[in-house]
């Protein structure tokens, strides 16, 4: 997943647009770009790794005289993508995942089109998205023929010098927003961009509109889908806890999730409920609330170093940040029962390994975990939230349980039948834990407050929309 933001101004507008993109650095741990135009465009990209990318952008930017901009923290490839083309040059910027990425970025190969940028996985998915855009007889024909092309999810900034074309995802999966202050019209993936730079939102972008932003107004050049399939995971981990998407807060819906664990929880015996920094906390408040056991911290991030532990590109870069990022606090564990909450479970072995381990190491009596959404069970076609089914740990327990991969999971995904109780057991002992119970589905949907209809729960329940490549509903 990559975050996006853009703004136009009448006025410089440079702080606006480093600190609406710094505050997008959740979503992403690879690369920190920005364009504008000033006379020409002019683009910056930073590895994240490397340095404080906000003040290198400064130091970039500071000659500039800067009232148009787009910015983005991208979790894969480097960004923004600089293009001249017929249809004059531009800046682009993108976020979502695109299944059939090899076919489309042979097609354009196949009619003479280069590429210039590389990536880990093939081809820099934002530069395919520009040539797409760039082969057609307009922009806004441009990013249609991107919707109807792509199996998966992208929203995308373009700057050009007609103004700053906002278009989100066809399904609406990845959000964007539009917001304005006293000088400036922006757009940002995460609202908690908007707050201290005193935006005041809009409002959020239909599925599939497409706008046009210039320095007093907003042009919508194409309505967009009644239809959404939003990302239910937003709510649950992947979004900053100050951001709303759709109205709805995320903090607010963690502690309902919380809440939601606890009231079919109510035989439980413990001495304190605490979260695993930082998603799980607000679960863990939730739960501490509706079960009025006290909510304490067993496990502290140390936040001046490690963000995020499933962003870093590598298996062994994720697991030596997970191992080092939390510590566990030993006279507050020791000779206690504790409720753990964590937001979800994804392989399980940085739980296993750098969470449980720590706290059964630090004396606890007894472990309870409570993931706040259901077990996932396949991986995320959308966004890359997680990439393989090896990946895992529910399928890792089905293949240990059936004796080999079976297509057919259906009888896993029913809370109700005994496969499910064996997978939640098997996972229970592979964790070594007092005991496991996940949310249910319906449950996490009546936390975040929309119609079902309106998420994506493909991680979930394996069911995906038309149109995504993926048309099991
Ligand atoms: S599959 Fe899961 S992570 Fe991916 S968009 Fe859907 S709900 Fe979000």
């Known amino acids: 997943m990559s975050g996006l933001f853009g703004v136009i101004s009448k006025s410089d507008c440079s702080e606006f647009l480093i600190y609406g993109t710094d505050y997008h650095t959740h979503m992403g741990s690879e690369y920190g770009g920005l364009a504008v135009l000033d006379k020409d465009f002019s683009r910056y990209i930073h590895k994240m790794s490397n340095a404080n990318f906000r003040d290198r952008f400064f130091e970039n930017i500071k000659e500039l005289k800067i009232t148009k901009g787009i910015g983005c923290i991208s979790d894969l490839d480097e960004q923004p993508i600089y293009i001249k083309s017929n249809l004059g040059d531009f800046c682009i910027v993108t976020t979502g995942r695109i299944e059939n990425i090899k076919e489309l970025s042979e097609n354009l190969m196949g009619t003479g089109v280069c590429f210039t940028e590389f990536s880990k996985d093939y081809v820099n998915m934002t530069e395919v998205i520009a040539r797409i855009v760039a082969s057609s007889s307009s922009i806004v024909e441009g990013i249609k023929k991107v919707f109807q092309k792509i199996k998966g999810s992208c929203s995308l900034l373009i700057l050009s010098r007609e103004g700053l074309y906002v278009a989100r995802d066809y399904h609406g999966r990845t959000s964007l927003i539009l917001g304005k202050n006293q000088d400036s019209i922006a757009v940002c993936s995460e609202t908690c961009s908007f707050t201290n730079l005193g935006y005041k939102t809009i409002r959020d972008l239909n ?14 050049l194409y309505e967009g889908e009644k239809k959404k399939k939003i990302c239910a995971f937003l709510w649950i981990y992947t979004g900053f806890p100050a951001s709303d998407y759709e109205g709805i807060n995320s903090e607010i819906v963690r502690e309902r999730c919380g809440k939601a664990l606890a009231k079919r929880d109510k035989d439980i015996k413990a001495d304190f409920v605490a979260g695993v920094p930082d998603s799980g906390i607000a679960h863990a408040i939730g739960y501490a609330m509706a079960s009025k056991l006290p909510f304490r911290r067993a496990l502290v991030k140390y936040t001046p170093t490690y963000g995020r532990s ?20 030993k006279e507050i564990v020791n000779g206690n029962s504790l409720v753990i909450l964590e937001d979800s479970i994804v392989r399980g072995t940085q739980l296993k390994n750098f969470t449980v381990e720590k706290l059964w190491n630090c004396g606890a009596k007894e472990i309870h975990v409570r993931p706040a959404c259901p077990p996932l069970m396949f991986p995320c076609l959308y966004c890359n939230a997680t990439r393989t089914n090896s990946e895992l740990v529910t399928r890792r327990a089905i293949k240990e349980i059936e004796g080999k991969e079976i297509e057919n999971i259906d009888k896993y995904l029913d809370y109700t039948t005994p496969q499910y109780a064996k997978m939640i057991e098997w996972i229970r002992k592979d964790l070594n834990i007092t005991s496991l119970k996940y949310q249910t589905l319906e449950d996490m949907i009546e936390a975040i407050g929309l119609p079902e209809q309106d998420l994506c729960t493909f991680c979930w329940n394996g069911k995906g929309c038309k149109g995504c490549g993926n048309e099991t509903v």
């Open 207 to 220: 599925p599939g509109e497409i706008i046009l932003i210039n320095q007093d107004e907003i042009k919508t």
């Open 310 to 329: 499933y962003t870093p590109p590598s298996q062994f870069l994720r697991d030596l940040t997970a191992k080092m990022k939390l510590v566990p606090i």
